[in-house]
């Protein structure tokens, strides 16, 4: 079965967080586009609008130190939703971040995501990274 | 299209929980399943091993008794992402959010890590707390 064109769209979008290129990454998302993220740290909570959202980027990416690495592992997708199961990684002074997150988007007939949801498979990991 | 096994097992869960079946949906969790319930709420936390997970269920089961409805489910060979709405009356709250809940299963088709986030975080932690 050939993959949903959604598949590609995410992994393209990976692709484009990965090298950094925030300009081109914003295009896939809707000015409206709401953010969750999970956990118990610094930077969980909800972000809305796609400003408030590079914002957290750009913070991120500032304490990373040139920011996250995202390797997919699985991607799932529908014509209005997608799934991402990606290994994350990124190190911080003398801390170093490597888990599974699990990621949910909503995606419009338009291909831009709506809303999304992170959360990890090592929560205190993730907590402790951030704290 | 024919369901992914996968999805017939997330969907079966699913009509377990909604007619309050929990021996049914403990049938279809792994020995060592995993549960992170997100938030900051008397829920919120990881439960491990299918006895915690169940206890934690059961938990949420009795004081929220809540209705699910699916919205969409993705299916490959070992995840599920379902997205649902859920509903849910307690004492004078109300609940009214739409989760996004990323499975992982094993070959056999059980579950065996589960995360639940739902899309209005402060919504639900209100609801729980």
């Known amino acids: 079965m050939a993959d949903h064109p959604n598949v590609g769209l995410l992994r393209e979008a990976i692709s484009t967080f990965n090298q950094g290129d925030f300009d081109a990454y914003r295009e896939y998302f809707t000015e409206d586009?709401?953010?969750?993220v999970g956990g118990n740290h610094p930077l969980s909570g909800d972000y809305r609008g796609r400003d408030a959202i590079f914002e957290y980027f750009v913070r991120v990416r500032g304490l990373t130190g040139g920011g996250l690495r995202s390797e997919p592992q699985d991607i799932l997708a529908d014509d209005s939703h997608g799934g991402v199961f990606t290994r994350v990684t990124a190190d911080r002074d003398d801390r170093h971040l490597d888990v599974v997150l699990a990621q949910a988007y909503r995606i419009?007939?338009?291909g831009k995501f709506t809303e999304y949801w992170a959360l990890a498979d090592d929560q205190d990991a993730v907590n402790a990274f951030w704290a | 299209m024919t369901e992914h096994p996968n999805a017939?097992?997330?969907?079966r869960s699913f009509e377990a929980w909604n007619s309050g079946d929990l021996d049914v949906i403990r049938g279809y969790f792994t020995e060592d399943a995993i549960l992170h319930f997100a938030g900051n709420n008397a829920m919120s936390g990881t439960y491990r091993g299918r006895?915690?997970?169940m206890d934690a269920l059961g938990r949420a089961m009795q004081g929220w008794g809540p209705h699910t409805e699916m919205e969409a489910i993705l299916a490959s060979d070992d995840h599920v992402i379902a997205f649902f709405h859920a509903t849910a009356e307690r004492d004078d709250k109300s609940?009214?959010?739409v989760h996004a809940m990323p499975i992982k299963l094993t070959a056999d088709a059980k579950l065996t890590e589960i995360w639940f986030l739902a899309n209005d975080q402060s919504a639900y932690d209100q609801f729980w707390s």
């Open chain 1, 33 to 36: 586009v709401v953010w969750h």
């Open chain 1, 108 to 110: 419009n007939p338009d």
């Open chain 2, 8 to 11: 017939v097992t997330v969907l």
């Open chain 2, 51 to 53: 006895d915690a997970v």
């Open chain 2, 95 to 97: 609940l009214d959010v």
